[in-house]
Structures are given as C-alpha cells and as structure tokens.
C-alpha cells in the first residue's frame, strides 16, 4: 500500500504520519475493541496467539498486549501495568509468585541503574561493575562516592564511601549518628551468633531518667544524665565515679594537691585529741541486708562513718539514699600532726630523762 515494491507481506508507505502511518479502526459503534492478533503456523488451538489493541478483553480505551490474557496495559494517561490491568502509579509490576525487574547493562564494566527525578532534584542508584559491583544510592549530577551510601557485593555498606571497610562504613566532614526512639529507650545490641540472650551486650539511653547504660543481664555501668557522674554496678548517686564492689590499681590514684588551687591553709589543731577520740574496727559487711552492695565476706579494718563524724565532720560524705562515707586519705593529715605532735612530746620528755639522769651522776 503506497509502494510497488512491497518488502513484507503488507507494506505499507506514505508520506505522512497523522495519526499512524497504519490505522485499524473498528466500524461498530457498540465495540471498544480495534486490535491486532500475531499467530504462529505452530499455533492450532489459537492459545499461543498475541493481540495487540485498544480494548481487548474488555480493557475500555486502554492499550493492551496479551496471549490469553492481558500482559501488559498503557491506560489512556500513560500509566504502565505489567501484569496489572488497573496500575494506579505510573508503573507497576505484578506477578502472583517471585516478581522482580532486571535491569542489565552489556559489558563487566558497564552501569546499570533507574533513576528518581522531579524538576528540579533526582536520585539514581547503579549498580556500578566499573567498581566490582557496588549497588550506589546517590544524588543525581555524577557520580561523587562522598555523597553516596554504597553496598559491597559481600554486603558492607559504605555511607560517605565506595569503598567500606566494615560492615558499616560512615565517611564525612564531622559524621555523627543519631539513633532516635519515639517511645522507649532507644538501644544498640552486641552479640556473638549463637549467644544466650543473657550474654547480649546493649547500650541504651533509659527513657525514664536520660542514664546512658551498658547492660548484659543486668546495668552494668551507668552514665548519668545532665551530670556525667559514672557508677560501675550501681547507680552513682551523687557521685562522680560510684564502684559496687572491690577493686584494683597498678599505677598510682593521686588527689589534687598543688598549692595554686589551694587558699586558707591552716595547720591541723588538737591533732592528737582528734585521733585519741577515733576508733579503728575491724568488721564484716552485713552483705546478707545489702545484696545489691555485693559486699564481699572477707573481715576489714576501718572506721565507722558516724563516729568519726562527731570529730572530723569535713571527712564524712552523704550518699543520695542517706548512707555515709569517709574519706580516708583525708585523715591522713590528721595522723601526720598527731605524730609529730607525739613525736615532739617524746623528744621533751627524752631531754628531761637526760637532764634527770646527769644531775643523779653528779651527785
């Protein structure tokens, strides 16, 4: 048709192209249907038969491609479904079992991807063989490994970087990560694959007084909020460091000394008469009363907190619960002048033994 050598079994020329260079239209008013069948010689039954048309399978006013059944369908707006006859979005892809897309680009080194824009802003992700096969999410506007979170074939991912190092890589200019909790405390969990739920680590912002805290069955060391005071075993309290149970150094635990920091220094008074009203015990923690102190059972030497308060007030603290502690390094000084006000006294009386002593051999 327009040609007089025909290369097909129809061909069909023209010089214009209004509305198609070929037009099927349906002369019965009450049909939607104008379509085209394609049957191979192999096909008896008519099963293996593809139409394409407008309103095949009573699919009013919408393109369609099929064998048997609809397969694909362009909506009179544009909208594309593959195996769905009504897409709602721009397209969509259906299948009753496994559904995916394949996108693939010739070459190992090649770039395959889809991307997301509006007017003025997009986002692509590629699956980059030029760099081993990491699937990028980035900005649009080339490709800049910075601005991109990345995943390796192993599964690493990599924000900030194409090249993750760990299983998750953040790489910036002052990277920070925010893990926020819309109800509950938020928390992060550390576990060795086949662990017992009591050996899981956790850290977690506790929701009911803003304490950062390490747990494994239980606190097991406490942040406190606002102050930063720390307790291992135990809430801190009032404390700046707060430790539930014994422990040990090897290097030296120095209290701040210089004189710069120091105004009003006065020597210690009646050194002797304060030490002579102190007692010194030995005892055993009532550990029975106060599990969660956990008390050892071993005997200690020490003083009691509200006796020595009675005479050196300035040494004794009080906890958040009432209880009371003694700062022992603080009557060190206090030892310190009453030996050597001891010591003074011994070396008076040694004078006066010696003066006795040669007036008697002289006599």
């Not at 095949?56 to 064998?67: L, N, P, Q, S």
Request: contains cysteine; glycine residues 14%; proline residues 3%.
């Amino acid at each position: 048709m327009g040609t007089l050598e025909p290369a097909a079994r129809l061909h069909v020329s023209s010089p214009t192209s209004n509305f198609g260079m070929l037009r099927l239209e349906n002369s019965n008013t009450g049909s939607n249907e104008a379509s085209i069948g394609f049957k191979p010689g192999s096909d008896a039954t008519g099963l293996d038969t593809w139409v394409a048309g407008v309103g095949a399978w009573g699919e009013t006013d919408d393109f369609v491609i099929g064998k048997v059944a609809p397969k694909m369908v362009i909506t009179g707006d544009g909208r594309v479904g593959i195996g769905d006859t009504n897409p709602v979005n721009m397209l969509e892809v259906r299948r009753s079992s496994a559904c995916w897309v394949d996108i693939e680009a010739d070459g190992g080194e090649g770039v395959a991807g889809i991307g997301f824009s509006n007017d003025s802003q997009g986002w692509e992700i590629d699956l980059r063989g030029d760099m081993g096969d990491i699937l990028g999410f980035m900005h649009l506007g080339g490709f800049q490994p910075e601005a991109m979170l990345a995943i390796e074939p192993g599964g690493d991912i990599g924000i900030g970087t194409d090249a993750p190092e760990r299983k998750l890589h953040i790489r910036g200019n002052n990277p920070r990560v925010l893990i926020e909790s819309t109800s509950l405390g938020a928390e992060v969990n550390f576990k060795h694959t086949g662990d017992a739920s009591s050996d899981v680590w956790a850290i977690y912002k506790e929701d009911s007084n803003e304490d950062l805290r390490f747990f494994q069955g239980g606190d097991k060391v406490w942040i406190q909020g606002g102050t930063g005071n720390v307790g291992i075993g135990g809430s801190p309290g009032t404390n700046k460091l707060y430790i539930n149970g014994s422990g040990c150094y090897t290097g030296s635990w120095g209290g701040c000394s210089d004189l710069k920091f120091k105004r009003d220094i006065q020597d210690v008074s009646d050194a002797v008469s304060k030490v002579m009203a102190m007692r010194g015990v030995s005892f055993l923690w009532r550990s029975d009363e106060y599990e969660e102190k956990n008390f050892d059972s071993r005997r200690h030497f020490g003083v009691v907190a509200q006796e020595v308060e009675e005479v050196l007030p300035e040494v004794v603290v009080e906890g958040a619960e009432g209880e009371k502690a003694v700062a022992y390094t603080e009557i060190v000084p206090v030892l310190i002048e009453a030996i050597k006000a001891q010591q003074q006294e011994i070396e008076t009386l040694k004078q006066r033994i010696a003066g006795l002593e040669s007036q008697a051999s002289n006599q």
